[in-house]
């Protein structure tokens, strides 16, 4: 329901912003909607009619999509669907304010000639508001996609990109020189200028930079707050990535503020590949982990705790229990072990709470669960199991949530297990990418914990 009621509030301020301007201009005597109205019906008064039946359309599909409620994309897309809405509403509100009274829908081919606007967002983009056109389009289509919305969407998109090209051949005819200046200097969509190495990885920054606060918020609202561990990270990332932007937008335009020591720059670019190089390889080995099959028959399953609520499991906890299930279900002949001691604020132990949500919820004999309900930590939980075992060579399944799988297994083996693998259960979306990148950080500490 959350994401029906964002949906449509991207597009309630979307839309109000269009009509909100429309108003505003119409009370100073000024026709903004110009689509269609030329008096001539050539090839551009067609194409603008179809744009306008196509941005008529939209919002209908769209709004019957939101309601329907169902989405052909997995559910990670719906969240990377409300940061495109979101991002389109300001990119379009920054085009409309910087316009001013200039601002129209459509080539106004019989209105009287204005300033060409070429500054704030037009800096970076010749289109600004068809921009937030289809990010706004995009988003919602992320959020709900289905064969009507991609059609229709596709369309629009298209018709919208034909009369900007329409919209380029006025501008050319009408301001000349002032006009191929500031196309050459300014992208289409985004961007200014021919692109360069340095400006495609202050694009790079940008996004990152992007991406890291529309997730940070994310994560507030998904990970408990400010509770969730190392949430802060998000919003550090984001400060770095603007102060890269600013320091390389500065260099580009040959007006740093201070200027750094071209070895210290080579210092930083050497020392960012090795550690980007170090991470890229540890993310690889932790999603490896998370996406590998089990093999048939394990003697054994370790089930490793995960925090409760009373005496109920957490998410977290859950779909361990159930991926266990599964595996249980599927191997008549494997054991489980259920593993976790009792926490301050916790009722029963979270082995027992493992064994109990089995009973209660699968059909399981009661003789294939033992329970393990000492441990504190992960390496307790598998150290603690493997004395239970007692064959180092045995068979090992780790049930844990995949994210966590390569840390598990890398403790299993200094714990003594010889042929331990992952059983990865489900990594709940959209804070599992905050796991699987803090991820790399717990891999560090243990690393050199066990270096020391």
């Known amino acids: 329901m959350e994401y029906k009621i964002l949906a449509l509030l991207i597009m309630a301020v979307f839309y109000g912003i269009y009509f909100a301007k429309m108003m505003i201009q119409k009370k100073k005597g000024i026709v903004t909607d110009q689509i269609a109205k030329g008096k001539v019906h050539d090839k551009g008064f067609y194409i603008e009619v179809i744009m306008k039946i196509a941005t008529c359309l939209i919002p209908l599909v769209e709004v019957i999509s939101i309601v329907i409620g169902r989405s052909s994309l997995a559910f990670i897309w719906r969240v990377i669907g409300v940061y495109f809405g979101v991002v389109g509403d300001i990119v379009f509100f920054l085009a409309v304010w910087t316009m001013r009274d200039s601002w129209r829908a459509g080539v106004a081919k019989d209105d009287e000639k204005r300033n060409l606007v070429t500054e704030g967002i037009y800096r970076y983009s010749r289109n600004p508001a068809f921009l ?35 919209e380029e051949s006025y501008l050319k005819a009408t301001y000349g020189n002032e006009y191929l200046e500031y196309r050459d200097k300014t992208s289409r969509y985004a961007g200014y200028g021919k692109v360069t190495f340095s400006k495609v990885i202050m694009y790079g920054y940008f996004l990152l930079f992007i991406w890291s606060v529309c997730y940070f918020v994310t994560c507030l ?8 561990s190392w949430v802060w990270l998000w919003a550090l990332i984001a400060a770095f990535s603007a102060l890269r932007v600013w320091m390389i937008k500065g260099h580009i335009d040959g007006n740093e503020r201070f200027k750094i020591p ?32 089990p093999s048939k028959d394990l003697d054994y399953v370790v089930v490793l705790g995960a925090g409760m609520i009373g005496d109920q499991p957490t998410n977290p906890l859950r779909v361990r229990i159930e991926r266990a299930a599964r595996y249980m279900e599927e191997n008549e002949n494997t ?3 259920a593993s976790g001691g009792k926490g301050i604020d916790e009722q029963i132990s979270e082995a027992e709470c493992i064994k109990n949500y089995l009973l209660a919820h699968y059909d399981i004999d ?3 669960i033992i329970l393990e309900d000492k441990s504190r930590d992960t390496e307790e939980n598998l150290a603690n199991s493997l004395v239970i075992i ?30 331990a693998e992952s059983v990865p259960a489900t990594t709940l979306m959209p804070v599992g990418i905050h796991y699987v990148v803090r991820e790399f950080f717990g891999m560090v500490e243990l690393l050199l914990k066990y270096e020391m």
Request: charge should be positive.
């Open 221 to 228: 609202a998904y990970g408990g707050g400010l509770r969730l």
């Open 390 to 419: 007692g064959d180092p060579e045995a068979s090992v399944g780790i049930v844990t949530n995949s994210f966590h799988e390569y840390r598990a297994l890398t403790i299993a083996r200094h714990t003594g297990y010889k042929n």
């Open 262 to 293: 071209g070895v210290l720059r080579w210092i930083y670019r050497v020392a960012f590949v090795i550690c980007l190089s170090i991470f890229l390889f540890t993310e690889f080995k932790i999603v490896k982990a998370m996406t590998a099959h």
């Open 335 to 337: 054991v489980l072990i």
């Open 132 to 166: 937030g056109f289809d990010l706004v389009y995009i988003g919602i289509l992320l959020m709900y996609a289905n064969p009507v919305l991609y059609i229709i969407t596709f369309i629009a998109v298209t018709m919208l990109h034909l009369q900007i090209l329409q």
């Open 366 to 368: 009661e003789s294939r």
